[in-house]
Each structure stands twice: as C-alpha cells, then as structure tokens.
C-alpha cells in the first residue's frame, strides 16, 4: 500500500500571509510511461463535502484561485497558498491515485487557520 | 451539469442491515467509476472502495473489503454502498465520488450521514 503523510497537522497564518502545506508518499507516484504524478489535492470545508484543487501534483482546477499551486514530484509535494483569504479556512488533504489494483488512499489532513 | 445525488440521512440500531445510494446524472454512468469514502467524526478521509458501473467490477480496500459491498444499476445510473450487519464503529458520514480509471475525484456526492445508535 502506498502510505501518504502531511505535514504540518495544522497551522495558522495570518491573512494575506503564505501557507504550506508538505505531502509525502511512501513510494513515488511518478509514472514514468507518461512523466505525470498521480497526486491530488482537496479542500474540505465544515459541512461540505471534499472540493478538487489541483490534479497531476500541479494542474489548478478549473475555477479554483490561482492562489492554489501544487508542486513536487514522486515523493515529496508541497500545496502553497500565496495569500491566504479568510474563505480558505478549511482541511487540506492529498491523494494519490498511483496504485494498482487502482487503490486510493488520502493524507490524513492539515488543517488551514486564521492567525 | 454533473451531479452525484445522495439517499438522506440514516438512524439505524446495531445489528440492522442498510444500503445506501448515489445516484449520477448529467454524463454517461457508465463512463466513470464510482469510489466511496468514509469521513468518521472528526477524523480523515478513507477511501474504501470503487466500482465501474459498466461491468459492475469492484475493488476495496484492504480496511474494508468483507465489511461492506459496492454495487450498481447502470439502468437507473445509481450505485449502493450496503452493510448486512451494523456496528456502532459504521457510525460516519459517507460520500461517493466519480473519477476515471487512474485518475482523480472530480465531483462528490453531498454526503450521506450514518448514524448506528442502540
């Protein structure tokens, strides 16, 4: 199984201030046959059900601020939050979607506060 | 528009069987697999299964697998997530999400909330 870990648990950022947010695999999710890493980003608000912001490690969703990017490859991947609005108070989490049998398991969450 | 609609909420006694649905409208359900994901109180993400709707092929997770069941009924584009037996330990809100083979969870169900209580 491919283990996935964040870190910080969370954090508190003051508004307009960057966040970042680390991802690790417990093995590379980098496909050579096509160069792409299979690793996701969420965002989850109280309430709310998951919202995709970033696939292949660093493809922004269509509609999500360019706020949001996703970097790093096999390994190791970083969320960043440029300027952090009051509206991106939420859980963040990763996903790799890299396993066969087509398995696909999350980070367990960093959670994103208002310092 | 693509919408992944959710059955409501459930109160259910330990013991009890359910099933669950999530019905997808607004693109081809037999196009896209559909994953479930339990989100126990508080806590994290887990993945548990995924089915494809066109073959109604199933894969679970390790921490799942014999515990529930995945299914589906391509003809009203709707698939189930069911237990025969209940435990207080199923208490959770649960989502499913449609995504390709290999890929990402691009749209969500709005949960369906669990509730096992004697």
């Keep these: 199984d491919i283990v ?3 870190s910080p648990d969370s954090l508190a950022v003051s508004l307009g201030e960057r966040a970042t947010i680390n991802c690790k695999s417990s093995q590379s999710v980098l496909y050579s046959s096509n160069n792409k890493n299979y690793l996701a980003w969420y965002q989850q608000k109280p309430g709310q059900p998951p919202k995709l912001l970033i696939y292949w490690a660093s493809t922004r969703e269509s509609g999500v601020p360019d706020r949001f990017s996703g970097s790093g490859s096999g390994t190791d991947f970083t969320l960043t939050i440029s300027s952090l609005q009051a509206e991106d108070v939420a859980v963040y989490y990763c996903q790799q979607y890299y396993s066969t049998p087509p398995w696909i ?3 367990p969450g960093t959670k994103v506060d208002i310092k | 528009e693509v919408q992944l609609v ?4 459930e109160v ?5 069987s359910l099933r669950i649905s999530c019905k997808g409208s607004g693109y081809s359900f037999t196009s896209y697999w559909i994953s479930w994901v339990r989100q ?3 806590k994290g993400l887990e993945w548990m299964g995924r089915i494809d709707p066109s073959d109604s092929y199933t894969n679970y997770s390790p921490s799942f697998q ?3 069941t995945i299914s589906a009924d391509k003809s009203i584009s709707t698939a189930y997530l069911q237990w025969s037996s209940l435990k207080a330990s199923d208490t959770a809100m649960y989502y499913c999400a449609r995504h390709r083979s ?6 969500w ?9 004697s």
Excluded: I, N, W
């Design chain 2, 12 to 16: 259910k006694k330990p013991g009890e």
């Design chain 2, 6 to 9: 959710q059955s409501g909420a």
């Design chain 2, 40 to 42: 126990m109180p508080g």
């Design chain 2, 102 to 107: 290999g890929s990402y969870c691009r749209d």
């Design chain 2, 109 to 117: 169900g709005q949960g369906t909330l669990v509730t096992v209580s």
């Design chain 2, 66 to 68: 014999g515990h529930v």
């Design chain 1, 4 to 6: 996935m870990t964040q």
């Design chain 1, 105 to 107: 398991t999350f980070g």
